[in-house]
């Protein structure tokens, strides 16, 4: 029986672009089960990729990982597949999109360069490896082939790390449909900070303010009042009960939000 | 095997949400198919949604129909998991949501409430039920698990029930991306009204107007022709031929419309 | 076991109309593997449909290929199932979305009317073919009916074609999120235009000019630059690197563009 492979890009849904690499998935691994986290990535957007990514591997099942979110397609960027410490196979670019995750499933085992994996589609679009690699190799990874048959062996150490954002300053890295805005910041920076649950907070982004209280759920406040709180993915999240945080402060993922005490 | 689960929700395709409790299922009840109905509701709708749900089901394969669409998400509001009349069994808030289908469906044999099922995934996010209660009591059923061990038994009577609009003042309950304005209102309701097939009505809202014939298609119409038809939902819907009935009278789920003749 | 099928669809993502489809498939077909290759395209864009089809199947497992976009659903347009050269069965209206993919696919062998096919949902809504026809007539194939006992075989030259384009006046067929904008163009009718790779070209749309390179991939451009490029589907498409060719041109699916030397 074939692994189960989760799928995460910035592909989004107008185009075609996911629904061939699960063709692709389908032609070679018809027994896989393909599971899609999320298509809707913003573009390029490889540091909101991996927030994701790490935070949706935690409940999912062990197989392969399949993530593209690859603004360097065509440049020397390596491909890669890596076993992480928990056996799972992530594949991806290897341009930080991976490393969250990695990190947190005991760091890479093994890894292997698939630029040239003799398992890709030949030729190879010079815009498109989601495709002719990317796919191939998770696929081929969910059938049980093994990595070494995918890709040349390199050192784990040589995956690429994203840069990791300051404590106090945090920055917006996912804003959802309800105007919500989650941080990179995890509740255990936020004493230091001298922000304390049941208290009230400020945050501040593009010169505009917004004051709340830091609490536990939405219907711990008024309507239309702001709060911070943990949200299901452990990361601390700015919003506005019934209304959007993300409108008030003008926040998209990456722009910078200073938090403090109010 | 497992039984099949339907998934309906107001999570949109920009976030992970759909695909976190995707993941989930999969890793509970790895051979149960799901089927995303929609997760296109919009936020917080959940009248839009309990419609959407009823009208969907009739179609779908008697399983297990996982339904979230949950503002009061972390308020006292119940989790419930119902076996309707005919054999289906339903999960999601009890706030209406469910209730539309489920007496379409045979009416309510058995319900639990699930708030605190011993399937949950710990700590249960107050914010990410979906994830946390519901998905993982759909995918225990799927695999066969019996209602009275997921939740505590209560009176079927007590689930929720939605209001009802009046019928001849009808509201907006769904705009596709063509421009269609699904409507509350079934065709029986129409005689009453004096509204009669292949005669001219008129749809106000917003106090702007609209006349058109009532008509069996797009195709029984010239090209920007407005017309009432019977949607293939069985709803009685507005649309513009080739036009949008949305932007014509400003529509948006949850607007009144009133019909009469013209 | 099942034969696999793909969908595409104009249904979008808001509705549960590609949900119900699947539903329906899930019910007749349980045991089938549905690839949803998209349904983002755009609302009634046939031209866009049917390339975008034609590409993705080259991608596809041999199955059963549903496609429905479908402006003429109502009107006396046929409904239809069709065997290919290579075995492929497609299923859909026949108002050319289907033709450029059978053309690629070693042509038309059989085809049947599937209007009053035995296998509809009784009564067949008029506006939702997809559901009421196509959807059960291609999970029955996917099952292994054959085509003659679900319709009436006609010619199969009967099925109709699309308008083919010009060769230097090309146009826009799809812009996918990144603005990038493919054109039904392929890279040998260029030479023709005096369009040379490696060189300079112009492209005007809108009396909006855009020049550039006509490069292999966005790396060998500057960030800003725009190129013509051979896309992953082999087609050739318009881009400016991290920026927005569609925006520069203000293009849009069908939209006219001409190609010239600069």
């Not at 107008?14 to 089960?33: H, K, L, M, N, S």
């Not at 990535?41 to 409940?59: D, F, N, T």
């Not at 796919?135 to 070494?148: D, F, K, S, Y």
């Not at 939405?218 to 993915?233: I, T």
């Amino acid at each position: 029986v074939a692994l189960p492979i989760t799928f995460l890009s910035d592909y989004g849904y107008d185009d075609e672009f996911a629904g061939v690499c699960r063709a692709v998935i389908a032609r070679i691994a018809p027994d896989a089960t393909v599971i899609d986290l999320t298509h809707g990535i913003a573009p390029h957007a490889v540091h909101q990729g991996a927030v994701v990514l790490a935070r949706a591997l935690a409940y999912a099942p062990v197989g392969v990982h399949l993530a593209v979110v690859d603004p360097g397609v065509g440049s020397e960027r390596r491909a890669v597949a890596v076993e992480a410490g928990d056996g799972r196979l992530l594949v991806g670019p290897d341009n930080g999109l991976l490393r969250p995750a990695v990190d947190r499933l005991g760091g890479v085992v093994r890894a292997v360069d698939v630029s040239a994996t003799p398992v890709r589609l030949d030729p190879v679009a010079a815009t498109f490896h989601g495709r002719d690699i990317f796919a191939p190799v998770a696929a081929h990874l969910a059938n049980g082939a093994r990595l070494e048959d995918l890709g040349e062996a390199f050192e784990p150490e040589g995956i690429h790390a994203l840069e990791v954002a300051s404590r106090v300053v945090a920055h917006a890295v996912a804003v959802d449909r309800f105007g919500n805005v989650a941080l990179d910041l995890a509740e255990s920076d936020l004493p230091a900070a001298g922000i304390e649950r049941e208290e009230r907070f400020a945050a501040t982004a593009h010169g505009r303010r917004l004051e709340g209280t830091y609490a536990r759920a939405f219907a711990d406040v008024p309507e239309g009042e702001p709060l911070l709180y943990r949200d299901a993915a452990d990361a601390m999240a700015l919003a506005v009960n019934r209304g959007s945080a993300a409108e008030r402060l003008a926040l998209e993922p990456g722009a910078e939000v200073v938090l403090t005490p109010a």
